[in-house]
């Protein structure tokens, strides 16, 4: 399953872009991975105040968005370019919902799980085939 994550400024988040943002994401990994993974896309959205993120030692300045996608590993084998094609997918679907001026500032972070490191409802992936 891909989980993503998104660690952004608890300001960022007002009651109108949590569903915006779940969905475009969601559509992103949909456009690199295909429609079969639609119901099984995970996405979470951290909101942290921005007096409690510190760049360079200094609190009080939120860096842009931080987005971590978990994946099977296998995924990423079957596909050469999905790494090239999500990372460039996900930073779109952030930039649709919060604003151009964030697009640099974008991080994002693609993991790929090892099927014997990944399960599902207690089962490691790589012995339900």
Not at 21 to 28: F, I, K, N, P, R
Not at 34 to 52: K, M, N, S
Request: one cysteine or more; hydrophobic letters at 45%; proline letters at 5%.
């Amino acid at each position: 399953m891909p989980h993503c994550t998104v660690t952004l400024a608890e300001e960022l988040l007002d009651g109108t872009v949590e569903e915006r943002l779940a969905g475009t994401l969601t559509d992103a990994v949909v456009s690199v991975y295909g429609d079969w993974a639609r119901p099984l896309v995970v996405i979470a959205l951290q909101g942290i105040p921005t007096a409690r993120f510190a760049v360079g030692g200094r609190l009080g300045t939120a860096p842009g968005p931080a987005v971590q996608l978990n994946s099977r590993a296998g995924l990423f084998e079957q596909m050469p370019d999905a790494a090239g094609r999500l990372a460039a997918a996900l930073t779109e679907a952030v930039v649709a919902v919060l604003g151009e001026h964030l697009r640099r500032d974008i991080a994002i972070t693609l993991v790929g799980v090892p099927d014997d490191r990944s399960a599902v409802g207690g089962e490691l992936f790589a012995t339900r085939h």
